[in-house]
């Protein structure tokens, strides 16, 4: 059973535009949700995090908006630039606790 | 410079032999994880360690052994059991209480 649905599995954007990552949860006893990045022939490395307490955490062009009665959360990444090219992992845990349970991640590619 | 350093980077083997990949940090972390990594199936966890002497399971153990004498090391053995070991392999460390892991370059295992 997949605890961490991620979608879309791959995205394009323009340079520029918008791009959103979407991730939705079962276990409700998750209280910790970060973000990895990672480019090709490396490892992930945390982008951004955010905590049940709070709707929505900004960090520079990178946005996590949360929505706890519907158990989702998403990432924003605003004017996409071609370095943000790079797959992009969610993922929940019960802080402390348990080890990070992963989405299976999105290919995202952002073209000039 | 602290960090995880992960060996061999590469690395091919023939049906049947056992291989240990090494993972070694120098960020006095508590905890270490290996996940396995596969195209379209995210990461996935084998085992982790939250401190020396002791380790658990994670969701795909299976066909794979680990050791944690000391607390900057935790290899990781592939045996031949494991049916299809081919993939990325990612190890991981953390500070016990916040889940922020700090991963390595990993090493890709392909079985010949």
């Known amino acids: 059973q997949q605890q961490v649905k991620q979608s879309p599995q791959s995205l394009i954007v323009q340079k520029g535009g918008i791009s959103i990552i979407n991730c939705a949860y079962e276990?409700?006893?998750?209280?910790?949700f970060p973000w990895y990045q990672q480019f090709p022939g490396k490892g992930p490395a945390l982008l951004i995090a955010?905590?049940?307490?709070?709707s929505e955490k900004k960090e520079g062009r990178f946005t996590i908006s949360f929505n706890k009665s519907a158990k989702q959360f998403s990432l924003h990444i605003m004017d996409s630039q071609p370095g943000d090219s790079a797959t992009y992992f969610c993922?929940?845990?019960?802080?402390?606790?348990?080890?990070?349970?992963f989405g299976k991640g999105t290919r995202l590619s952002v073209i000039a | 410079d602290g960090g995880i350093t992960q060996s061999p980077k590469y690395l091919f083997r023939k049906e049947g032999q056992n291989v240990t990949l090494s993972c070694e940090q120098n960020?006095?972390?508590?905890?270490m994880y290996w996940y396995r990594q596969d195209p379209g199936q995210g990461l996935r966890l084998i085992y982790y360690?939250?401190?020396?002497?002791?380790?658990q399971k994670g969701d795909i153990a299976e066909g794979y052994s680990v050791s944690r004498e000391k607390k900057e090391s935790f290899p990781l053995t592939v045996t031949s059991a494991q049916k299809n070991p081919t993939a990325f392999y990612l190890c991981?460390?953390?500070?016990?209480?916040?889940?922020?892991?700090?991963f390595g370059a990993g090493s890709r295992l392909t079985v010949l």
């Open positions: 993922a929940a845990s019960i802080r402390g606790n348990t080890p990070l349970v």
């Open positions: 991981a460390s953390s500070m016990r209480g916040p889940n922020v892991l700090t």
């Open positions: 276990n409700t006893a998750f209280d910790y």
């Open positions: 955010i905590r049940p307490d709070v």
């Open positions: 960020l006095n972390h508590d905890a």
């Open positions: 360690s939250q401190i020396v002497n002791d380790f």
